[in-house]
């Protein structure tokens, strides 16, 4: 299986940026298409970004659409989320998390890490 861990999060203002890395240990990471997750406080969890095993092709939500971008560097075995324009309603815990190629599921998870944007 494949280990993640998340970093990246942070205290930012409305309008700012941040980006999130997630560091992939274990099996091979470009086995697994990847996808970024997020739970604010109250609400389900919900998916952010998902993108292939090759990188070359993604899926945003319309929430983030034109805003955020979410990258792979296979070599590096570490999954990127460039958030811009941040919103307050943006904050969240953002999850990385993988799954089987042969599955729809996401299996493997990261801990998390906060984004809180302020006014």
């Known amino acids: 299986q494949v280990q993640l861990v998340e970093s990246g999060g942070g205290l930012v203002q409305a309008g700012g940026s941040l980006r999130l890395s997630c560091a992939a240990s274990?099996?091979?990471?470009?086995?697994?298409?990847m996808g970024w997750f997020r739970q604010a406080p109250g609400k389900e969890r919900e998916v952010v970004a998902l993108i292939n095993r090759s990188g070359g092709s993604t899926n945003y939500a319309a929430s983030v659409e034109g805003r955020f971008t979410i990258s792979r560097d296979n070599a590096k075995n570490t999954l990127y989320l460039q958030m811009n324009s941040l919103k307050l309603e943006d904050t969240a815990v953002y999850y990385c998390a993988a799954r089987d190629e042969i599955s729809v599921a996401y299996k493997y998870w990261g801990q998390g890490t906060q984004v809180t944007v302020s006014s």
């Open positions: 274990g099996r091979t990471f470009s086995n697994y298409p």
